[in-house]
T-cell receptor, first 116, second 116 residues
């Protein structure tokens, strides 16, 4: 079974629009960690955020914000006032406390295209 | 500094060639990872080294041979590859406090490998 589901395969928006990328996870561990990575066309996976299961506070970093809700097993990512440079594939990932060396379970990724 | 470097950026090789991919980090991280990523797919874990010892081998074919000469360096030796091995190869590092802990993985820019 897929541990991380990113149901949106592709999203297209026009610059300055807000966009939310969905992530739903599944785990039996009580301690786990959630991540978002950005992969621009150059290929590097850029770390954006890490959240542990005991910290449900939402986080804002500039135009980026994250909404973690344990009740719905979701960790959604919102970009406010999107820009062309936000165009990339975004991966949500889960690491469980029971995993060795922080093994990451990735979702399939969401391709975001921001048009000028 | 969260930099992981990888060389070469691009590599084209024939099925009879022997080549190596190199990964380096100077963050004092003690875990290093190799991932393979095909187009439009998430990264797939191949190998994990912890404190310079191979900890995880995800049943990778023997034509891929990892090596960790020291705590900063990780190599992936390639021999007799197949065209289906063409992919982006990503290296990552993290700093777990023990084999079961989770720390953020930081990725390098990757090597785009083409096997002819």
């Amino acid at each position: 079974a897929q541990k991380v589901t990113q149901a949106q395969t592709e999203i297209s928006v026009v610059e300055k629009e807000d966009v939310t990328l969905d992530c739903v996870y599944e785990t039996r561990d009580t301690t786990y960690y959630l991540f978002w990575y950005k992969q621009p066309p150059s290929g590097e996976l850029v770390f954006l955020i890490r959240r542990n299961s005991f910290d449900e506070q939402n986080e804002i970093s500039g135009r980026y914000s994250w909404n973690f809700q344990k009740s719905t097993s979701s960790f959604n990512f919102t970009i406010t006032a999107s820009q062309v440079v936000d165009s990339a594939v975004y991966f949500c990932a889960l690491s469980e406390e029971s995993s060795t060396l922080g093994r990451l379970y990735f979702g399939r990724g969401t391709q975001l295209t921001v048009w000028p | 500094d969260t930099e992981v470097t990888q060389t070469p950026k691009h590599l084209v090789m024939g099925m009879t060639n022997k080549k190596s991919l190199k990964c380096e980090q100077h963050m004092g991280h003690r875990a290093m990872y190799w991932y393979k990523q095909k187009a439009k797919k998430p990264p797939e874990l191949m190998f994990v080294y912890s404190y310079e010892k191979l900890s995880i081998n995800e049943s990778v074919p023997s034509r891929f041979s990892p090596e960790c000469p020291n705590s900063s360096l990780l190599n992936l030796h390639l021999h007799a590859l197949q065209p289906e091995d063409s992919a982006l190869y990503l290296c990552a590092s993290s700093h777990p406090t023990d084999d079961s802990s989770t720390d953020t993985q930081y990725f390098g820019p990757g090597t785009r490998l083409t096997v002819l």
